[in-house]
């Protein structure tokens, strides 16, 4: 039986869409309700223990940079950064030749500059984190339950680690950020609607929640149905729709400020990759995995569910209204 949507509460023609593990390679079939007036997917068959989807190799870069490194990347990304925000001298020149620090897009987007408090929720091994404090942000702090114990090395002072969820954090912290980010984690978590107010209460006036994540108003998903990588079974438990990520951001007294969708290519590729059962933990070159024809064919595919705004991953940048 489908299930009622989490999102949107519709109970008429939602449909059941099965889709398997596929990271570990377990091939576990796990049923999805599909909403019909929404279009977002609740994970019906939710594990007993979803941890053992986690294991402590879960992150599988677990980020521990060396105290060079980090010295280095604080001195150099402190200089971009004051240059970005209307400095001069060397800043200048690395940010024309080094690939852009991805987060000063968010920042700009936010209308927040390098005085931001940020909150990252979901943090998983905190490699993101790590690049914040050495920018300079005065608070980074992230949350997980997962967080393994390997990535929980002292950065500085401007960087902590809570092992815990949002609301748990919440519940603990009254300090507000002008920046909460979750990065592909919201749809691991269990109650959307728990997790979008505890991290709206956590906001500074004028803040921003960033969420990046699946999306199954998407070619990907329409095409690919249960092998479509943006279920990611059973880890991913609820995935919404541009339009239900609206629903839920009006009901906590949000709105989608801005917003945008990424590359479709990879989608294609990994979906594919799970239609021919090919789990992440066997992945080849992608050469090795499909022949110049079908690499040619899926390269015009994702061309063109990008043209239509149809890839299966994007940024949307809520406030409170
Ligand atoms: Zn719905």
């Known amino acids: 039986m489908p299930a009622p949507c ?20 377990t091939g576990e079939r796990f049923r999805y309700s599909l909403c019909a007036a929404c279009g977002s997917l609740d994970l019906v068959d939710v594990p007993e223990d979803l941890g053992r989807y986690y294991p402590e190799g879960y992150y599988a870069y677990a980020f ?28 200048s020149v690395l940010n024309r030749v080094s690939k852009p620090l991805e987060y000063l897009e968010w920042l700009d987007t936010a209308g927040l500059g390098p005085d931001a408090r940020v ?22 702090v992230g949350a997980d339950p997962f967080v393994p114990q390997s990535a929980r090395t002292a950065g500085g002072k401007n ?21 909460v980010m979750f990065h592909h984690s919201f749809e691991h978590m269990e109650d959307p609607d728990q997790v979008l107010s505890a991290a709206s209460s956590l906001l500074a006036p004028g803040g921003t929640i960033l969420i990046s994540i699946p999306l199954a108003d998407s070619h990907a998903f329409y095409t690919y149905r249960g ?28 709105t989608i400020y801005a917003s945008s969708r990424v590359p479709s290519w990879r989608g294609v590729v990994i979906s594919r990759m799970y239609e021919k059962n090919i789990p992440d933990c066997k ?20 061309e063109a569910a990008d043209a239509r705004g149809e890839s299966d991953a994007g940024y949307f940048y809520l406030r409170r209204k």
């Open 119 to 140: 909150l990252d929720i979901g943090c998983g091994s905190g490699e993101l984190l790590h690049h914040m404090s050495w920018g300079g942000f005065p608070r980074c």
């Open 64 to 91: 521990s940079p060396s105290p060079a490194k980090a010295a280095l990347r604080r001195f150099f990304d402190r200089m971009r950064l004051k240059n970005h925000f209307g400095g001069f001298g060397l800043g």
């Open 159 to 179: 960087l902590l680690f809570a092992p815990m969820d949002v609301a748990a954090y919440a519940a603990t912290s009254p300090e507000p950020f002008d920046l």
């Open 6 to 25: 989490a999102i949107c509460h519709n109970e008429r023609g939602n449909d059941i869409v099965v889709s398997r593990e596929m990271k570990m390679g």
């Open 283 to 302: 992945a080849r070159p992608i050469e090795e995995m499909f022949s110049p024809e079908e690499l040619a064919l899926m390269k015009q595919e994702a």
């Open 227 to 254: 092998n479509w990588r943006g279920m990611d079974a059973p880890g991913h438990l609820h995935i919404q729709t541009q339009k239900a990520l609206g629903i839920l951001a009006d009901r906590h007294g949000l």
